[in-house]
């Protein structure tokens, strides 16, 4: 197995290291790190440095995989993904990132199935099991999911992510108090991360709970100056707490400091300094990246619809929210959550009959 190096072999066997030992080994390892500081073009050269030093090396088209996941070239990644598997058809590790590659195209049954098939292989490997988690939340699938998320959870119990995982299912099965208890704890193994807050803030949000909405959101938003898109909940949150003017002066506060991005022109037209058309327009340009743009620009929509009380238009914006079906997407149940709850009362009068 490659997870033991050749210089344990000689302490467990007491036989001498591989005469010939993997060169491109040592590279490999110093691109994931460079990988998990941020450093994704470094990481790249790296694979690419490994594959140099030895054509067939399964970690480092796993590297450069990664890499190319990280950058969205979800098909690059695949195709990596399907060359260190022919090289190491036995090592889950290609089949995980296979999943992960098939994730980001959307193809959410062909994802869990790639993920099912690392944990055979790799049994402990945490990221298998929480990318069929992630599948199946995808799909709607939530009592697997929630049992791949457990498992998960138990393997890295120091791992915020998979208890997020968990909240997430826990949320979809409507146990609402025990998905925030999920956060809790996830706030708990690691207070700086953004994600339990962010989940919590969803969660809170998506039952009408502003107030606690806002404050999650805050956090998040503190814990994770880089991610805007909590700043574009905050706003949302304020304004069905205390109108539109307070939450428009934070808007146009934060307006010249956001990065560049999808959440940029969310926010200028939020900010009333863009239509509904060229935001729709920008998200089918994006669609092919990212195709959960759409449900999302529709959320936004009906968001900002609602903040002006024209519960007719929002109801429209939030059906075609739901309708994108992209249940990956906070917008889209934060969308079905909207028309399940506030705007019922909306849909019922559609579906009545006028005399």
């Given at each position: 197995?490659?997870?033991i190096s050749?210089?344990?072999?000689?302490?467990?066997?007491?036989?001498?290291?591989?005469?010939?030992?993997?060169p491109?080994?040592?590279?490999?390892a110093?691109?994931?790190?460079?990988?998990?500081?941020g450093?994704v073009?470094?990481?790249?050269?790296a694979?690419?440095?490994a594959?140099?030093?030895?054509?067939k090396?399964?970690?480092?088209?796993?590297?450069?995989?990664?890499?190319?996941?990280?950058?969205?070239?979800?098909?690059?990644?695949?195709?990596?993904?399907?060359q260190?598997?022919?090289?190491?058809?036995?090592?889950?590790t290609?089949?995980d990132?296979?999943?992960?590659?098939?994730?980001a195209?959307?193809?959410?049954?062909?994802?869990?199935s790639?993920?099912?098939?690392?944990?055979?292989y790799?049994?402990?490997?945490?990221?298998a099991?929480?990318?069929?988690?992630?599948?199946g939340?995808?799909q709607?699938n939530?009592p697997?999911?929630l049992?791949?998320?457990?498992?998960?959870?138990?393997?890295?119990?120091?791992?915020?992510?998979?208890?997020?995982?968990?909240?997430?299912?826990?949320a979809?099965?409507?146990d609402?108090s025990?998905?925030l208890?999920?956060?809790?704890?996830?706030?708990?193994?690691?207070?700086?991360?953004p994600?339990?807050y962010?989940?919590?803030?969803l969660?809170?949000?998506?039952?009408?709970h502003?107030?606690?909405?806002?404050?999650?959101?805050?956090?998040?938003?503190?814990?994770?100056?880089?991610?805007p898109?909590?700043?574009?909940?905050?706003?949302?949150?304020?304004?069905?707490?205390?109108?539109?003017?307070q939450?428009?002066?934070?808007?146009?506060?934060?307006?010249?400091?956001s990065?560049?991005?999808?959440?940029?022109?969310?926010?200028?037209?939020?900010?009333?300094?863009?239509?509904?058309?060229?935001l729709?327009k920008?998200?089918?340009?994006?669609?092919?990246?990212?195709?959960?743009?759409?449900?999302?620009?529709?959320?936004?929509?009906?968001?900002?619809?609602?903040?002006?009380?024209?519960?007719?238009?929002?109801?429209?914006?939030f059906q075609?929210?739901?309708?994108?079906?992209?249940?990956?997407?906070?917008?889209?149940?934060?969308?079905?959550?909207?028309l399940?709850?506030?705007?019922?009362?909306?849909?019922?009068?559609?579906?009545?009959?006028?005399?």
């Amino acid at each position: 197995m490659r997870l033991i190096s050749s210089c344990l072999l000689v302490v467990l066997l007491g036989v001498p290291a591989a005469a010939h030992p993997d060169p491109a080994r040592a590279v490999v390892a110093q691109g994931f790190a460079r990988l998990a500081r941020g450093d994704v073009q470094g990481a790249l050269a790296a694979a690419n440095q490994a594959l140099k030093l030895n054509p067939k090396s399964a970690g480092a088209h796993d590297l450069r995989g990664n890499a190319r996941l990280q950058q969205g070239d979800a098909d690059g990644a695949l195709d990596d993904g399907q060359q260190a598997e022919k090289l190491d058809p036995v090592d889950g590790t290609a089949m995980d990132l296979r999943s992960a590659a098939r994730y980001a195209m959307r193809d959410y049954a062909d994802a869990a199935s790639q993920a099912r098939r690392a944990t055979q292989y790799r049994p402990q490997m945490v990221s298998a099991w929480l990318h069929l988690s992630q599948a199946g939340i995808a799909q709607g699938n939530y009592p697997p999911a929630l049992e791949a998320a457990q498992r998960a959870a138990a393997l890295g119990p120091r791992n915020v992510e998979p208890l997020v995982a968990v909240a997430r299912c826990q949320a979809g099965l409507g146990d609402v108090s025990d998905a925030l208890a999920s956060c809790k704890k996830a706030t708990g193994l690691n207070p700086k991360s953004p994600m339990p807050y962010a989940f919590a803030g969803l969660v809170e949000y998506n039952r009408g709970h502003w107030k606690a909405a806002l404050s999650d959101y805050q956090t998040a938003a503190r814990l994770s100056p880089r991610a805007p898109q909590f700043r574009l909940r905050v706003y949302l949150c304020q304004g069905r707490l205390n109108g539109l003017k307070q939450a428009m002066g934070d808007l146009q506060a934060f307006l010249p400091t956001s990065s560049p991005g999808w959440p940029q022109p969310v926010a200028n037209y939020l900010a009333g300094q863009t239509d509904e058309n060229a935001l729709l327009k920008l998200a089918d340009s994006l669609a092919e990246q990212a195709p959960a743009r759409r449900c999302e620009a529709w959320f936004y929509i009906g968001s900002a619809a609602l903040l002006h009380h024209d519960t007719i238009k929002a109801t429209t914006a939030f059906q075609r929210a739901v309708r994108t079906a992209a249940m990956d997407s906070d917008a889209w149940s934060s969308a079905q959550a909207a028309l399940k709850s506030e705007l019922k009362s909306e849909l019922k009068a559609e579906l009545t009959p006028h005399s």
